[in-house]
């Protein structure tokens, strides 16, 4: 009897797990932070291409808006480029699928390039609004909430300050080359990639404030260059 006892407790035990699993709402794609995907593709990259990674992001910080007409066409043809892979794939030819991305969008963000301004800042202002979540440790379920704002204020930056639009998109941008590169750069290091590890996982506003802080650093710096150095005004 005691054995029949203990066999429907554990069945009724069971059913009610199962009832509390099935009525849990799903997490959304922004619920979650993938700091170890995010770790392990920083991991994969070599000393080399760290270096790269920090000199072109430097470059962005300071400089990208001199030329953002070529980095604007550049961020849609890499865009076009994945998406043709992605339909390309489905249709039979990932390849041709990728060379007519590339073509298209990169050559539609050229006339189109104040509206193009508008989808790069939206996006940078998406990564920084949710970045913002997570660093005042807001509920994490609800980080697509800050994303979304984000993206609203980014997009109609650009209708309403074209040029901080164009240093919000750089600075971002050239925020996560340096970043990506610096971590690449000290996981090289003994030990050290084991302790940045635990550090992002354990720390969960580390990495955002990581990007938040040399977005902006970057910002202040070309807009300073805009308001005293008359020569290096920004491009039409």
Same mark, same amino acid.
Request: with cysteine; charged share 10%; glycine share 12%.
């Given at each position: 009897?005691?054995?029949?006892?203990?066999?429907?407790?554990?069945?009724?035990?069971?059913?009610?797990?199962?009832?509390?699993?099935?009525?849990?709402?799903?997490?959304?794609?922004?619920?979650?932070?993938?700091?170890?995907?995010?770790?392990?593709?920083?991991?994969?990259?070599?000393?080399?291409?760290?270096?790269?990674?920090?000199?072109?992001?430097?470059?962005?910080?300071?400089?990208?808006?001199?030329?953002?007409?070529?980095?604007?066409?550049?961020?849609?043809?890499?865009?076009?480029?994945?998406?043709?892979?992605? &339909? #390309?794939?489905? +249709?039979?030819?990932? $390849?041709? /699928?990728?060379?007519?991305?590339?073509? =298209? !969008?990169?050559?539609?963000?050229?006339?189109?390039?104040?509206?193009?301004?508008?989808?790069?800042?939206?996006?940078?202002?998406?990564?920084?609004?949710?970045?913002?979540?997570?660093?005042?440790?807001?509920?994490?379920?609800?980080?697509?909430?800050?994303?979304?704002?984000?993206?609203?204020?980014?997009?109609?930056?650009?209708?309403?300050?074209?040029?901080?639009?164009?240093?919000?998109?750089?600075?971002?941008?050239?925020?996560?080359?340096?970043?990506?590169?610096?971590?690449?750069?000290?996981?090289?290091?003994?030990? &050290? #990639?084991?302790? +940045?590890?635990?550090? $992002?996982? /354990?720390?969960?506003?580390?990495?955002? =404030? !990581?990007?938040?802080?040399?977005?902006?650093?970057?910002?202040?710096?070309?807009?300073?260059?805009?308001?005293?150095?008359?020569?290096?005004?920004?491009?039409?």
């Amino acid at each position: 009897m005691n054995a029949l006892t203990d066999l429907l407790a554990q069945a009724a035990s069971l059913a009610a797990e199962q009832t509390e699993a099935q009525e849990e709402v799903p997490s959304s794609f922004l619920s979650r932070v993938p700091i170890d995907d995010i770790w392990q593709f920083i991991a994969d990259i070599s000393w080399l291409e760290a270096v790269v990674f920090v000199a072109f992001g430097v470059i962005y910080l300071a400089y990208g808006w001199r030329v953002f007409k070529a980095l604007v066409v550049i961020n849609f043809a890499v865009l076009g480029m994945y998406l043709g892979i992605y &339909l #390309g794939g489905k +249709l039979g030819s990932g $390849l041709w /699928g990728g060379i007519i991305g590339v073509c =298209a !969008l990169g050559t539609l963000s050229y006339p189109f390039m104040r509206f193009g301004i508008a989808i790069l800042g939206g996006m940078a202002g998406a990564v920084l609004g949710a970045s913002f979540w997570r660093i005042i440790a807001l509920p994490d379920p609800l980080i697509w909430a800050g994303a979304l704002a984000g993206l609203v204020a980014g997009g109609l930056l650009a209708f309403s300050s074209y040029k901080t639009s164009i240093m919000l998109f750089t600075s971002l941008q050239g925020s996560m080359f340096v970043v990506i590169g610096m971590l690449a750069l000290l996981n090289d290091y003994p030990n &050290l #990639g084991e302790r +940045l590890s635990v550090a $992002l996982n /354990g720390h969960v506003f580390l990495l955002p =404030a !990581l990007l938040v802080i040399p977005t902006f650093t970057g910002i202040f710096f070309q807009a300073r260059l805009l308001k005293q150095e008359s020569d290096w005004a920004m491009p039409e």
